[in-house]
């Protein structure tokens, strides 16, 4: 292990303890989801997924390890910091290759494997990682949340642009219109690059104005640009 990797850590740390301090624990979504073994699941298999929309763990094991923004908070000579240690020292070196696994439930993501690579990656700024992605199904309700998830499903099963998610569900259709999609077409995988390009030069340049009073999500915003 380095001496920067150290210093890594202890900086990562402090944060954490900060961060502890002011109450924001690391969610799980086993106790979000109260009984797992109720909602249907589906296998997604490898993709490259957006840290930011890596909320939690799946288990409440890690919970006390690390604070709601996956920073570390076990002390230097623990063995949860040595392989924090050489993770960073690996992401450094060579860039860390195996995916984490992950389940999606309503957009966000949460740990079963992995959780010191996303806490490695998340302090080094990474805007993605590489994960086995599992979808939990959440129960079909008269919601606006769950209308909406479920026209996005429907959607990205037609049009495989599973990176922009709306609150409303007619605003799947809005898109579509937009982007002259018929019913089951799909466009080419160089007309979803440039889509998938334009919208991540667009959330970024969205986050620097937004403020409080915006309402606005990046996906709405997305679709009036």
Do not use: C
């Not at 380095?2 to 624990?25: Q, V």
């Not at 840290?51 to 690390?66: C, N, P, S």
């Not at 479920?150 to 049009?159: G, Q, T, W």
């Amino acid at each position: 292990m380095s001496i920067e990797a150290a210093d890594a850590y202890a900086e990562a740390r402090k944060a954490g303890k900060k961060e502890e301090a002011e109450g924001k624990g690391l969610p799980v979504l086993d106790q979000i989801l109260q009984d797992p073994s109720e909602y249907a699941k589906e296998r997604i298999g490898i993709r490259e997924i957006p840290l930011e929309q890596i909320v939690g763990t799946k288990t409440e094991g890690r919970k006390g390890a690390m604070t709601g923004q996956f920073l570390p908070l076990l002390k230097e000579d623990s063995e949860f910091a040595n392989k924090w240690m050489r993770l960073y020292d690996a992401q450094i070196e060579e860039g860390l290759r195996d995916p984490i696994k992950v389940y999606e439930y309503y957009h966000q993501y949460y740990v079963e494997e992995g959780n010191k690579r996303v806490s490695v990656m998340k302090f080094l700024g990474g805007n993605s990682i590489m994960a086995d992605v599992t979808r939990i199904l959440p129960k079909k309700e008269k919601t606006q949340k769950s209308q909406a998830y479920y026209a996005y499903l429907d959607f990205i099963r037609e049009h495989h642009l599973d990176f922009i998610d709306f609150p409303k569900k007619e605003e799947y259709s809005q898109l579509e219109k937009l982007l002259s999609l018929g019913k089951e077409e799909r466009m080419n995988r160089e007309k979803e690059r440039q889509i998938k390009a334009e919208y991540e030069l667009f959330k970024k340049a969205f986050a620097q104005i937004k403020d409080e009073g915006m309402h606005l999500s990046v996906g709405e915003a997305f679709l009036l640009y």
